[in-house]
């Protein structure tokens, strides 16, 4: 089932969504429109870390928290910050294309061995440090964790919108996730 919706006109983007700096995320980034000012942020963008995707947002439109697989449970002090301190009401959280979180563990050797040789680690603890944290960073499938991820900060933050949205690499563009039909 493909739950991804594109975005290709203004007309194409959600209805809950127009009017609201995730309608304006969108129209930035897929339609480039013409960059408004801001004197504070407007949003909270969690994303994954990986280097091959770039918003095209304006300055001081949105936080942006960054970290493996878009995953934000290493980082909610962080969510609180941007929400209570710095009032944005609205979270886009990003999953993406191709993520090296998906299989981490097919990774396994790569990751052990690229700490011992870039790194310097001794060996053992290069692999109890995957055995620990793998677990935690392994997001499984990207549209399943990001829904998954939406449900539990949605519960976690009930006044605060957060709309799940997904970067294909392919094509550099920001889709809508259909949430109807989902169990999550
Ligand atoms: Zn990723």
Redesign the pocket.
């Known amino acids: 089932m493909n739950r991804m919706v594109p975005v290709n006109t203004e007309n194409e983007i959600f209805p809950h969504y127009h009017d609201t700096p995730v309608g304006r995320l969108l129209k930035y980034h897929n339609l480039a429109y013409p960059f408004d000012e801001y004197e504070k942020a407007q949003l909270l963008i969690g994303m ?1 870390m ?1 280097n091959r995707h770039q918003l095209k947002i304006p300055n001081n439109f949105a936080y942006i928290l960054r970290t ?2 878009g995953n934000l449970r290493p980082a909610e002090f962080k969510i609180s910050y941007a929400v209570s301190v710095g009032q944005v009401s609205h979270i886009a959280l990003i999953g ?1 294309s191709n ?3 998906v299989n981490l563990y097919s990774r396994r050797e790569q990751f052990i061995n690229g700490l011992v040789t870039n790194a310097g680690w001794d060996r053992d603890y290069a692999e109890e440090h995957f055995n620990n944290f793998a677990p935690i960073f392994e997001i499984g499938n990207e549209i399943d964790f990001l829904l998954c991820e939406t449900r539990r900060i949605r519960q976690r933050y009930p006044k605060i919108t957060v709309a799940p949205l997904y970067y294909r690499i392919e094509d550099n563009r920001l889709y809508q996730l259909d949430e109807t039909n989902t169990n999550l």
């Open positions: 994954c990986d493996g697989g993406h993520c090296g979180m």
